[in-house]
């Protein structure tokens, strides 16, 4: 009954461990809330470069028209432990004035410029001639706090979007289109954590902010399980202690035997 009782009381400690973390680190991690203010209305044009790209909060609809066989290029946040994910729609110029199909693209670049490979969705589709619409999508990989200098990992800042026509008839260059693009993200907690964290993330002062601001880096909620690991642990420790010592001396057994 008292290992019984050791136990339940253990268990309602590590409860409350868990809970008191998970509290703070709703506390201390940015509340959800809307992306954008009303002020903040979206983009309605699109950057020719990576140093003109017009900056997108994230789930933000940002739209653009332009010429077929320009480069649009958008830009967004990412911080540590978000998957980012891009969809792009392009509303294809009257089939009446096009002379072939064509291929769409759009491909995703950290802040140091490197194209990150897309895990999921299509990137790259081709529309018939008489297609109206192409959509397109692109998830990558989750973003970590910190890698190598070798290494390729997707890093927190800023991310651009370019997209393009990559193949298309000669003549249809040129010819009026619209696109529309929702940069999103996936926060995927401490799965991807690691030790360590960059000074400042990538093109941070370039772009707008993730939802709440950048994350300080250190809270993940591997923390909670750690804590939660070592008390029963402990809990354990005490439980077998009481198991393995015995009651002591038998009462029959006379003093000084």
Excluded at 119 to 128: N, P, T, W
Excluded at 154 to 178: C, Q, V
């Amino acid at each position: 009954m008292r290992t019984a009782g050791l136990l339940t009381a253990g268990a309602l400690a590590c409860a409350a461990l868990v809970g008191g973390g998970a509290g703070a680190a709703l506390a201390d991690s940015p509340s959800p809330g809307p992306t954008a203010s009303k002020s903040d209305a979206a983009p309605t044009e699109a950057g020719t470069a990576f140093r003109t790209a017009v900056a997108v909060r994230q789930s933000q609809k940002a739209t653009a028209s332009a010429s077929s066989g320009d480069y649009l290029y958008w830009l967004f946040p990412a911080d540590a432990g978000q998957r980012p994910a891009v969809t792009a729609k392009v509303t294809l110029p009257d089939a009446a004035s096009r002379h072939g199909a064509s291929t769409w693209r759009i491909d995703v670049y950290d802040g140091l410029r490197r194209r990150q490979p897309c895990m999921y969705g299509m990137q790259s589709r081709s529309a018939a001639q008489d297609a109206v619409t192409v959509e397109l999508s692109c998830t990558l990989r989750p973003t970590v706090a910190w890698a190598d200098t070798w290494s390729t990992d997707p890093l927190p800042g800023s991310y651009y979007i370019r997209l393009t026509a990559t193949s298309l008839p000669e003549t249809d260059r040129g010819l009026p289109f619209k696109a529309e693009v929702e940069p999103t993200v996936l926060d995927t907690g401490g799965a991807h954590a690691v030790d360590g964290k960059l000074s400042t993330p990538l093109g941070a002062k370039s772009a707008v902010e993730p939802d709440g601001g950048w994350a300080s880096g250190w809270w993940t909620d591997r923390w909670l399980w750690t804590g939660a690991g070592g008390l029963l642990a402990a809990l354990a420790g005490v439980a077998g202690y009481n198991l393995t010592r015995g009651r002591g001396r038998p009462s029959r057994v006379p003093r000084g035997v």
